[in-house]
């Protein structure tokens, strides 16, 4: 069978995609930059050449997920009316929370990577601060000024219920008790919208 050739980038989207799977099959930790090589049909010279380890991979795969979320957070702009109450913006988050997809779970590996590796984490503190820097300013199109502290916050929540559902199967739990879930992050909105008014 004639193997198609692949430029530079595309080659390097399909180690990405290759791997991904192996990470979330196997674990980033666990999975070896000979077993990525063999699924991909390269010979390991061939593999360095764009790649040196793992965690290069697991960097480019979060670049890529985050032009995703640029992507999707750009269309939920366009989509936002110039009204819109923290009761909508709570069920906008859960609902971004309880969505299940590869990039999702890719997320979760890199979480638990980047506890552990210097620079994934600032990779990390990165793409948090940009995007808490994103949702204040679409937000604050619709008049509300929510601060660094309360976004940090309901980071932290997104990032613990995405870790959980994927290390403790809890998505079905979270699911049925979405409410509540809406409920806290609301609050933590509405307080904010009062300490800003008080301030």
């Not at 739990?173 to 809406?182: A, D, K, V």
Request: glycine share 4%; hydrophobic share 35%.
């Amino acid at each position: 069978m004639t193997r198609i050739r692949l430029n530079a980038k595309n080659r390097k989207e399909r180690i990405q995609d290759v791997a991904l799977e192996l990470f979330l099959a196997k674990g980033f930790q666990k999975t070896t930059m000979q077993e990525i090589a063999e699924a991909c049909d390269l010979s390991i010279g061939g593999f360095y050449h764009h790649y040196k380890n793992s965690t290069q991979i697991l960097y480019d795969l979060m670049l890529r997920g985050d032009e995703i979320r640029k992507q999707q957070l750009s269309l939920f702009k366009n989509d936002l009316p110039t009204s819109i109450s923290t009761q909508e913006i709570s069920k906008f988050i859960v609902d971004k929370i309880l969505s299940r997809n590869k990039f999702q779970e890719m997320y979760v590996v890199f979480l638990q990577a980047s506890q552990h590796n210097r620079e994934l984490y600032d990779l990390y503190k990165k793409i948090e601060h940009k995007s808490i820097t994103d949702y204040q300013l679409i937000f604050k199109s619709c008049g509300y000024e929510f601060s660094d502290a309360s976004w940090k916050y309901i980071t932290d929540i997104i990032n613990t219920l995405l870790v959980g559902q994927q290390i403790l199967n809890t998505h079905n739990t979270f699911e049925q008790n979405r409410l509540f879930i809406e409920k806290c992050i609301d609050n933590i909105l509405t307080q904010d919208i009062k300490g800003h008014k008080h301030g």
